[in-house]
């Protein structure tokens, strides 16, 4: 039904110019496409036609009156024309109108510079006005929620606002009370309209009456230099334009790439950068609580990991990396460990993942053109927000069907044709019992007793897949159980063989860069472009001879080998181990016994304060380079802001130099240059080609693990899920955050009959304890997942939810106390 | 809390028959006469009801609501009196009209007598131009309005 190509066009005149464009344009794009502007309001491309404002008048030969051009579709040779006296008069009219009950606050006006009434005004608008009468006056700058300010004297009562609530953020949060004159943009009882999305109506809105209330009165628009960049929350990478002013971050705004966020950024992205001026950033680097210069700093690592290799071999050493990396400083690190050190000790996660994919990798618009999305174990709402508005528009606007297979409840099940939930823990059985139905068989018989879901269930989740004829598979790799992950790029496999449908996959693990940690083989076990270590040949050819061939130290091997004793020295990049990895209360132990720990971060952390050498990294705002999205798209990062401090890649040289690395890239650019002749997938990435919309990397050799079944799970009390939240309490929203008040209370969720078994009550507080360690929660009985589970929200960092999870364990029981 | 009675749940069942399962929202303007005839105004609570039966938002229920101002959102005296203030009966004198009643009632437009039988409302054209101005008690339309005709008709609300 999406596959049919859009061959049909229509030809018509426009002011004489001769237009072609698809069938179903409405005039004024039409009219774009030839630099002809017809002044609008309320319509916006993404919302669709409205016809509310009446700025857009035309006239249309043989039609007895003028129409909106924003609600009349190109027709086959049409003849519009946009400036005509009789069109000159009615914008003049709706003008005059709109301006009726308009104060004169553009000086004071945050949008002013900006500002789509002061444009069609000073092009379209009548000189004066007739108006004699007082103008109707209404409250002025009041709170819309915490972060926007709402001016309801200014509001022309486009319905752009309203109109995205309902239609993009599909929450109808945000409507229009009472009617004429008096309408009045509210949300139900006047609560704060504090969505996830809410920041979008600020930029949407064509006058002053929504502001950004950290914004408000802190600069005027012409006084910013507006930088194009992305953002560096989740892995979506959606592009946003960072407004700075004297080295300092103002404001974060929408920079539409329809192949990416479709127009749209996140809160998180507009209110989350306040950690470029937080005070708890690293700045310095030191030396035992001292500051150092940069190459102090760097001189010491690099002798201390010199003199610790020859002492006790290369595989004493490791890297602990982490997805916030860019491209550039994550190749940088795997290479010096690689190539200086000598040692295949590098990591950046916790869970199993492999390389690459036995299938297409899909793209973000590949959501909104297949015929059937099946979402594993991912909650896109608070773990990658704008997919999560990209699949409402497929699912409600575009046809598409959905297919969720998760733990836990989300608010994508309401979106889904079927939606199952599985045990927690039950995954690697479940994608089994699929992959067995896709290949046309039976299920093992103790399928729905393990997992919650009926082989039937399955067969009819198989049926779906088969009968579509685009299939688009998004699953989160860290919400997968021990190697369950496997199993899955088997199934995979399965549909990507059924000769009737095409199947892509999105691996969509939240962090920033992950997609790109991978590429750029910060693993163990493959080099980057999904290098195997088994391709011997092809290794030394890239790497060199004494590239290391056996298999590395996996991140909680690195732990557990610190602890031992046998691991030396570990610089840990852009990762907190101490709060983030499983059994994180033990880690701290364990990393001083090291002799070496080097922190490169951007935020002091926990981990940050048991380092030897501390060194800073600059973090989104401040640096340069690509990053990977999940649709595998690598985009640009520029910088907005400037520091003195090295870039990340820069100090990996500089370290790399001291052991004796002879050339060293001049700029980044050069490192994103040497990614494209090293790395298998990256050779068309050209800082010419991305930097526009970015550019698909050609896909990573699918290095797919054999699937070990990791048993069946004994132990007592529930079985552990710990969700991700979008608006967390920790190091990058921090207690200063303009995102504060989204910040929630620690809870636990549990099924009815766990809640009567465990004897405790919707609210009670309770302690959730298991690997010698305990949660303190509050109880709601939600039935978010199946009995025998409970779900855990990570809602910040001093919770501590992670060290409840066993490290190496595929599962973690906890129980519950009062 | 607000729960539709009985009378009205019979009707709810009727009402909801007539529209296919993806148009019920078709059924948002009967559902808010019903829980305003039940409570003599729509309130919150009744919003938010409608709205989950309806798979709306509360705050959609609300816009549709006070959008109509036949919908009350506040409590009303026993009497609603609204003077049509739209162009004919504005050049007819409902300024004056509505002056007068304010009088008479002691109250201002928006408000209620103290003993809940009066409430005093503006309203915009209320089809009735050609016999302007006018006035509407409840359901009844009283037209070519004079002082004198205020005293008589509101005399006869007891
Ligand atoms: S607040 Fe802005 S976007 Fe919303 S209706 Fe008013 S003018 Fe339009
Ligand atoms: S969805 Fe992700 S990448 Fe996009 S703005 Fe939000 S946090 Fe940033
Ligand atoms: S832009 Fe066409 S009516 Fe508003
Ligand atoms: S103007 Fe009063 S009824 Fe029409």
Same mark, same amino acid.
């Given at each position: 039904?999406?596959?049919?190509?859009?061959?049909?066009?229509?030809?018509l005149?426009?002011d004489g110019?001769?237009?072609?464009?698809?069938?179903?344009t409405?005039?004024?794009?039409?009219?774009k496409?030839?630099d002809?502007?017809?002044p609008?309001?309320c319509?916006?491309?993404?919302?669709?036609?409205?016809?509310?404002?009446?700025?857009?008048l035309?006239?249309?030969e043989?039609m007895?009156?003028?129409?909106?051009a924003c609600?009349?579709?190109?027709g086959?040779?049409?003849?519009?024309?946009?400036?005509?006296e009789?069109?000159?008069?009615?914008?003049?009219g709706?003008l005059e109108?709109?301006?009726?009950?308009?104060?004169?606050?553009?000086?004071?006006?945050d949008?002013?510079?900006?500002?789509?009434l002061?444009?069609?005004?000073?092009?379209?608008?009548?000189?004066?006005t007739?108006?004699?009468?007082?103008?109707?006056n209404?409250e002025k700058?009041?709170?819309l929620?915490?972060?926007?300010?709402?001016?309801?004297e200014?509001?022309?009562?486009?319905q752009?606002?309203t109109?995205y609530?309902?239609?993009?953020?599909?929450?109808q949060?945000?409507v229009?009370r009472n009617?004429g004159?008096?309408?009045?943009?509210?949300?139900?009882?006047?609560?704060?309209?504090?969505?996830?999305f809410?920041?979008?109506?600020?930029?949407i809105c064509?006058?002053?009456?929504?502001?950004?209330?950290?914004?408000?009165?802190?600069?005027?628009?012409?006084?910013?230099?507006?930088?194009?960049?992305l953002?560096?929350?989740?892995?979506?990478?959606?592009?946003?334009?960072l407004?700075?002013?004297?080295?300092e971050?103002?404001r974060?705004t929408t920079?539409?790439n329809?192949?990416v966020?479709?127009?749209?950024?996140?809160?998180?992205?507009?209110?989350g950068y306040?950690?470029?001026?937080?005070?708890n950033?690293? +700045?310095?680097?030191?030396k =035992?609580?001292?500051?150092?210069?940069i @190459?102090?700093?760097?001189?010491?690592?690099? /002798? &201390? !990991?010199?003199?610790?290799?020859?002492?006790?071999?290369?595989s004493?050493v490791?890297?602990?990396g982490s997805g916030?990396g860019?491209?550039?400083?994550?190749?940088?690190?795997?290479k010096?460990?690689?190539t200086n050190?000598?040692?295949?000790?590098?990591?950046?996660?916790?869970?199993?993942?492999?390389?690459?994919?036995p299938v297409a990798?899909?793209d973000?618009l590949?959501?909104?053109?297949?015929?059937?999305?099946?979402?594993?174990?991912?909650?896109?709402?608070?773990?990658?927000p704008?997919?999560?508005?990209?699949?409402?528009?497929?699912m +409600?606007?575009?046809?598409v =069907?959905?297919?969720v297979?998760?733990? @836990?409840q989300?608010?994508?099940?309401?979106? /889904? &044709? !079927?939606?199952?939930?599985?045990n927690?823990?039950?995954?690697?059985?479940l994608?089994a019992?699929?992959?067995?139905?896709?290949?046309g068989?039976?299920?093992?018989?103790?399928?729905?007793?393990?997992t919650?879901?009926?082989?039937?269930q399955?067969?009819?989740?198989?049926?779906k897949?088969?009968?579509?004829?685009?299939?688009?598979v998004?699953?989160?790799?860290v919400?997968?159980t021990?190697?369950?992950?496997?199993?899955?790029?088997?199934c995979?496999?399965?549909?990507?063989?059924l000769?009737?449908?095409t199947v892509?996959?999105?691996?969509a693990?939240?962090v920033t860069?992950?997609?790109?940690?991978?590429?750029?083989?910060?693993?163990?076990?493959?080099?980057p472009?999904? !290098?195997a270590?088994?391709?011997?040949?092809a290794?030394?050819?890239?790497w060199?001879?004494?590239a290391?061939?056996?298999?590395?130290?996996?991140?909680?091997?690195?732990i557990e080998?610190?602890?031992?004793?046998?691991?030396?020295a570990l610089?840990v990049?852009r990762?907190?181990?101490?709060?983030d990895?499983?059994?994180?209360?033990?880690?701290?132990?364990?990393?001083k016994?090291?002799?070496?720990?080097v922190?490169?971060?951007?935020?002091?952390t926990e981990?940050?304060?048991l380092?030897?050498?501390?060194?800073?990294?600059?973090?989104?705002?401040?640096d340069?380079?690509?990053?990977?999205n999940?649709?595998?798209?690598?985009?640009?990062?520029?910088?907005g802001?400037?520091?003195?401090?090295?870039?990340?890649?820069?100090?990996?040289s500089?370290?790399?130099?001291?052991?004796?690395?002879e050339?060293?890239?001049?700029?980044?650019?050069?490192?994103?240059?040497?990614?494209?002749?090293?790395?298998?997938?990256?050779?068309e990435i050209?800082?010419s080609?991305i930097?526009?919309q970015?550019?698909?990397?050609?896909?990573?050799?699918s290095?797919?693990?054999?699937?070990?079944?990791?048993?069946?799970?004994?132990?007592s009390g529930?079985?552990?899920r710990v969700?991700?939240?979008?608006?967390?309490h920790?190091?990058i929203?921090d207690?200063?955050?303009?995102?504060?008040?989204?910040f929630?209370p620690?809870t636990?969720?549990?099924?009815t009959s766990?809640a009567?078994?465990?004897?405790v009550?919707?609210?009670?507080?309770?302690?959730?304890?298991?690997n010698?360690?305990?949660v303190?929660?509050?109880v709601?009985i939600?039935?978010?997942?199946?009995?025998g589970?409970?779900?855990?929200?990570?809602?910040?960092?001093?919770?501590g939810?992670?060290?409840l999870?066993e490290?190496?364990?595929?599962?973690?029981?906890?129980?519950?106390?009062? | 809390m607000?729960?539709?009675?009985d009378?009205?749940?019979?009707?709810?069942?009727?009402i909801m028959a007539k529209?296919?399962e993806?148009?019920?929202?078709?059924a948002l303007?009967?559902?808010?006469?019903?829980a305003?005839a039940?409570e003599g105004?729509?309130?919150?609570?009744?919003?938010v009801?409608?709205?989950?039966r309806?798979?709306?938002s509360p705050?959609?229920?609300?816009s549709v609501?006070t959008?109509y101002?036949?919908?009350?959102?506040?409590?009303?005296?026993?009497?609603?009196?609204k003077f049509c203030i739209?162009i004919?009966?504005?050049?007819?004198?409902?300024?004056?009209?509505?002056?007068?009643?304010?009088?008479k009632?002691?109250?201002?437009?928006?408000?209620?007598?103290?003993?809940?039988?009066?409430?005093?409302?503006?309203?915009?054209?209320l089809a009735?131009?050609?016999?302007?101005?006018?006035?509407?008690?409840n359901?009844?339309y009283?037209?070519n309005?004079?002082p004198?005709?205020?005293?008589?008709?509101?005399?006869?609300?007891?």
């Amino acid at each position: 039904m999406n596959t049919a190509t859009q061959t049909d066009t229509v030809t018509l005149t426009i002011d004489g110019k001769t237009v072609t464009v698809p069938k179903g344009t409405m005039v004024v794009d039409a009219a774009k496409t030839v630099d002809i502007e017809i002044p609008v309001f309320c319509y916006h491309e993404k919302l669709g036609p409205f016809g509310c404002c009446r700025m857009c008048l035309i006239e249309v030969e043989k039609m007895p009156k003028m129409i909106t051009a924003c609600t009349l579709a190109a027709g086959e040779g049409m003849v519009v024309k946009t400036t005509t006296e009789k069109v000159e008069k009615a914008q003049k009219g709706v003008l005059e109108f709109t301006l009726l009950n308009h104060p004169l606050d553009c000086p004071v006006c945050d949008k002013g510079g900006e500002c789509p009434l002061q444009d069609n005004t000073f092009k379209f608008g009548p000189p004066d006005t007739r108006m004699e009468y007082n103008r109707f006056n209404r409250e002025k700058a009041t709170p819309l929620s915490p972060v926007i300010t709402i001016d309801r004297e200014r509001c022309i009562a486009c319905q752009r606002c309203t109109r995205y609530s309902d239609i993009i953020e599909k929450d109808q949060a945000l409507v229009m009370r009472n009617r004429g004159f008096q309408n009045r943009v509210s949300t139900f009882k006047d609560q704060p309209y504090d969505t996830r999305f809410s920041g979008n109506v600020i930029d949407i809105c064509p006058v002053g009456a929504l502001t950004n209330t950290d914004f408000r009165f802190t600069a005027r628009t012409w006084d910013l230099t507006n930088t194009n960049t992305l953002c560096g929350h989740c892995a979506c990478n959606c592009n946003m334009t960072l407004g700075t002013r004297l080295n300092e971050m103002k404001r974060v705004t929408t920079r539409p790439n329809d192949l990416v966020d479709d127009g749209w950024i996140c809160d998180k992205a507009r209110w989350g950068y306040d950690f470029t001026k937080s005070k708890n950033r690293i +700045t310095q680097p030191r030396k =035992q609580g001292q500051s150092v210069g940069i @190459q102090e700093a760097c001189t010491e690592v690099a /002798a &201390s !990991l010199q003199k610790i290799v020859e002492a006790h071999g290369p595989s004493s050493v490791g890297f602990i990396g982490s997805g916030y990396g860019l491209n550039e400083d994550l190749y940088s690190y795997q290479k010096l460990f690689r190539t200086n050190l000598g040692t295949n000790n590098i990591d950046h996660k916790t869970y199993t993942d492999t390389p690459g994919l036995p299938v297409a990798h899909f793209d973000l618009l590949d959501v909104e053109t297949s015929d059937l999305v099946v979402l594993i174990a991912s909650d896109p709402t608070e773990e990658l927000p704008i997919l999560d508005l990209r699949l409402k528009k497929a699912m +409600t606007r575009k046809g598409v =069907q959905m297919i969720v297979l998760n733990d @836990q409840q989300t608010l994508m099940d309401k979106y /889904a &044709s !079927l939606s199952l939930r599985y045990n927690v823990g039950s995954d690697g059985v479940l994608l089994a019992g699929l992959n067995t139905a896709l290949q046309g068989q039976s299920a093992e018989s103790d399928l729905e007793s393990t997992t919650g879901v009926s082989s039937n269930q399955l067969q009819a989740v198989a049926e779906k897949i088969k009968s579509a004829g685009k299939v688009c598979v998004i699953y989160n790799p860290v919400a997968l159980t021990g190697s369950s992950i496997h199993t899955l790029k088997q199934c995979l496999a399965t549909a990507g063989g059924l000769a009737e449908t095409t199947v892509g996959a999105m691996p969509a693990a939240p962090v920033t860069n992950s997609v790109g940690a991978m590429d750029m083989g910060v693993l163990p076990d493959v080099y980057p472009g999904g !290098l195997a270590l088994t391709d011997g040949d092809a290794i030394k050819a890239k790497w060199g001879d004494t590239a290391p061939l056996e298999k590395g130290l996996s991140a909680l091997e690195m732990i557990e080998k610190a602890k031992s004793g046998e691991l030396k020295a570990l610089i840990v990049y852009r990762s907190n181990p101490v709060v983030d990895f499983p059994s994180g209360h033990e880690v701290g132990e364990a990393l001083k016994k090291l002799d070496l720990l080097v922190v490169h971060d951007m935020m002091e952390t926990e981990t940050a304060k048991l380092a030897q050498i501390v060194l800073p990294s600059n973090g989104p705002g401040f640096d340069e380079g690509t990053t990977t999205n999940i649709g595998g798209r690598v985009q640009l990062r520029t910088k907005g802001l400037t520091t003195d401090n090295p870039a990340d890649w820069k100090i990996v040289s500089m370290i790399a130099k001291e052991l004796g690395q002879e050339t060293a890239p001049k700029d980044v650019h050069a490192v994103t240059a040497e990614i494209a002749e090293k790395v298998t997938g990256y050779q068309e990435i050209k800082r010419s080609a991305i930097r526009k919309q970015g550019k698909n990397r050609e896909a990573v050799a699918s290095a797919n693990g054999a699937s070990a079944s990791d048993g069946t799970h004994t132990g007592s009390g529930l079985i552990l899920r710990v969700a991700d939240v979008l608006f967390s309490h920790d190091k990058i929203l921090d207690a200063e955050s303009n995102l504060a008040h989204q910040f929630q209370p620690s809870t636990v969720h549990l099924h009815t009959s766990d809640a009567e078994q465990f004897g405790v009550k919707e609210g009670d507080e309770v302690r959730v304890t298991g690997n010698g360690h305990e949660v303190k929660a509050e109880v709601r009985i939600s039935n978010r997942c199946n009995p025998g589970g409970l779900v855990l929200p990570k809602v910040s960092d001093e919770q501590g939810v992670m060290s409840l999870a066993e490290a190496g364990k595929a599962v973690s029981w906890v129980t519950i106390r009062k | 809390m607000f729960a539709f009675n009985d009378t009205s749940e019979t009707r709810i069942k009727k009402i909801m028959a007539k529209y296919p399962e993806d148009r019920k929202v078709s059924a948002l303007l009967p559902l808010l006469t019903l829980a305003q005839a039940q409570e003599g105004y729509v309130t919150p609570e009744a919003m938010v009801e409608i709205g989950q039966r309806l798979d709306v938002s509360p705050a959609y229920v609300e816009s549709v609501c006070t959008f109509y101002t036949m919908y009350y959102t506040k409590p009303v005296g026993k009497y609603v009196v609204k003077f049509c203030i739209n162009i004919s009966c504005h050049l007819n004198g409902c300024d004056n009209l509505m002056e007068y009643a304010e009088k008479k009632l002691g109250i201002k437009e928006g408000e209620t007598t103290p003993d809940k039988k009066f409430t005093l409302l503006k309203e915009e054209c209320l089809a009735a131009c050609t016999e302007a101005p006018v006035m509407q008690v409840n359901n009844k339309y009283h037209v070519n309005m004079t002082p004198e005709k205020i005293d008589q008709v509101l005399g006869s609300y007891k």
